[in-house]
Nanobody
Framework: QVQLVESGGGLVQAGGSLRLSCAAS????????MGWFRQAPGKEREFVAA????????YYADSVKGRFTISRDNAKNTVYLQMNSLKPEDTAVYYC??????????????WGQGTQVTVSS
């Protein structure tokens, strides 16, 4: 069982920045691919970013490319999402997810509870 706990959400003005963190339990975090997703009110959950177990490969949704950066610290069992140049349309609940085997950027085995990000105009 893998437990994921997100933090770092909040209220920010358009153009601002936030860094989300996701702390994972488990001794084999360094072998997990990790991802971030988001869900805005009335919309389906959508892919934001993914990172391979080593951090060597990263993928982004077109809507966040160039503004968001996913990274990980395997020594701290933590994955991050640095969000810059935030827009009101980035407002959503952000979820991190873990994939225990392989690297399919849209398929995950465990999910966190989510953290709210609100961007005011």
């Amino acid at each position: 069982q893998v437990q994921l706990v997100e933090s770092g959400g909040g209220l920010v003005q358009a153009g601002g920045s936030l860094r989300l963190s996701c702390a994972a339990s488990g001794r084999t975090f360094s072998s997990y691919a990790m991802g971030w997703f988001r869900q805005a009110p009335g919309k389906e959950r959508e892919f934001v970013a993914a990172i391979s177990w080593s951090g060597a490969s990263t993928y982004y949704a077109d809507s966040v490319k160039g503004r968001f950066t996913i990274s990980r610290d395997n020594a701290k069992n933590t994955v991050y999402l640095q969000m810059n140049s935030l827009k009101p349309e980035d407002t959503a609940v952000y979820y991190c997810a873990a994939q225990v085997a392989g690297f399919e950027i849209y398929e995950y085995d465990y999910w966190g509870q989510g953290t709210q990000v609100t961007v005011s105009s």
